[in-house]
């Protein structure tokens, strides 16, 4: 069931929720109806298209493509890739997926201190020198 559209100015056509995309979106961003409903548009104009992107991230969109059945728009806004249909002019918001972080960002984070160690008082002189000077 389709619920909402918006439409951007009087040359495009309106976009639209349907009813899985409200759960998934609930599901992975713990988003609301009207949450979704006020984010949309600016997903759809304001995202990346799935083409323009590069690398690993690229592969990644291409195998969605490919698993969705490939006639789709694909569009990446923040942390997600959202998935648009196009039909008699309006846009249609499909699903949207979670982009997966590097396994290796993810070790970098978890190797990130965030405290000194209680004996490391060269590191707490050097930030607060840089703190005085301004830097």
């Given at each position: 069931m389709?619920?909402?559209?918006?439409?951007?100015?009087?040359?495009?056509?309106?976009?639209?929720?349907?009813?899985?995309?409200?759960d998934?979106?609930?599901?992975?961003?713990?988003?609301?109806?009207?949450?979704?409903?006020?984010?949309?548009?600016?997903?759809?104009?304001?995202?990346?298209?799935?083409?323009?992107?590069?690398?690993?991230?690229?592969?990644?969109?291409?195998?969605?493509?490919?698993?969705?059945g490939?006639?789709?728009?694909?569009?990446?806004?923040?942390?997600?890739?959202?998935?648009?249909?196009?039909?008699?002019?309006?846009?249609?918001?499909?699903?949207?997926?979670?982009?997966?972080?590097?396994?290796?960002?993810?070790?970098?984070?978890?190797?990130?201190?965030?405290?000194?160690?209680?004996?490391?008082?060269?590191?707490?002189?050097?930030?607060?020198?840089?703190?005085?000077?301004g830097?």
């Amino acid at each position: 069931m389709i619920r909402f559209g918006l439409s951007r100015n009087k040359n495009m056509g309106n976009v639209y929720v349907v009813e899985h995309a409200y759960d998934r979106l609930k599901e992975r961003n713990n988003w609301s109806r009207s949450t979704t409903d006020r984010l949309v548009r600016r997903i759809y104009f304001k995202g990346t298209k799935g083409c323009d992107v590069k690398g690993c991230l690229k592969d990644w969109i291409d195998g969605k493509r490919t698993e969705t059945g490939g006639d789709g728009i694909f569009i990446v806004y923040g942390n997600m890739l959202y998935v648009f249909k196009e039909r008699l002019g309006d846009y249609f918001l499909i699903t949207a997926f979670r982009i997966p972080v590097p396994s290796n960002l993810v070790r970098l984070k978890k190797g990130i201190k965030t405290k000194f160690p209680a004996n490391d008082t060269a590191c707490k002189r050097e930030v607060r020198y840089k703190n005085r000077m301004g830097a």
